[in-house]
Nanobody, 119 residues
């Protein structure tokens, strides 16, 4: 089972930027997609951005235009660049790996990294 370790979270002022990293314990090319989700207090976990094995990204409307997801297969790492941060971006951000096989679809999660945006 893959281990996902996030880093890069922290406290930032509104309008600032952060780059989150997710390092996987094995080759991420094995996974159909890698992504970032977030969960704010009292809210459900939601997709922020996802990137397929082929490198195609998609973004939640709430971050479209001010975030970039990328992957470095050689480093088994996925990044999420967050710009023009808003207080409503405050959440725990989780890395996700999706594996689709004949036996089903499997989701793997990291422990999360806290992002706090002050106004």
């Amino acid at each position: 089972q893959v281990q996902l370790v996030e880093s890069g979270g922290g406290l930032v002022q509104a309008g600032g930027s952060l780059r989150l990293s997710c390092v996987a314990s094995e080759n991420i090319i094995s996974y159909n997609s890698m992504g970032w989700f977030r969960q704010a207090p009292g809210k459900q976990r939601e997709l922020v951005a996802r990137i397929t094995r082929a490198g195609s990204p998609n973004y939640a409307d709430s971050v479209k235009g001010r975030s970039t997801i990328s992957r470095d297969n050689a480093k088994n790492t996925v990044y999420l660049q967050l710009d023009s941060l808003k207080p409503e971006d405050t959440a725990v951000y989780y890395c996700n790996a999706v594996l689709s096989s004949w036996s089903g679809v499997y989701n793997y999660w990291g422990q999360g990294t806290q992002v706090t945006v002050s106004s």
